[in-house]
């Protein structure tokens, strides 16, 4: 509990939730901006390197 008398602090303002629509935006100019390739080729290149190897087993 807070001391009586003592300012009270002031809730910060909820963000605004995005819409799918500016989200989806907001995604895809990261990934430009991050230089991402998101071509079909490219990921199952990286993919195929990653899903060759089988899983070691955690005891």
Same mark, same amino acid.
């Given at each position: 509990m807070g001391k009586a008398? #003592? +300012? $009270? !602090? #002031? $809730? +910060? !303002? +909820?963000k605004s939730k995005l819409t799918d629509e500016e989200q989806s935006e907001r995604f895809k100019q990261t990934a430009r901006e &991050?230089?991402?390739? &998101?071509?079909? %080729?490219?990921? %199952? %290149?990286n993919f195929a390197k990653v899903a060759k190897h089988p899983r070691k087993a955690v005891d």
């Open positions: 008398g #003592a +300012p $009270k !602090k #002031a $809730k +910060p !303002k +909820p &991050l230089d991402v390739d &998101l071509s079909r %080729e490219k990921f %199952e %290149e």
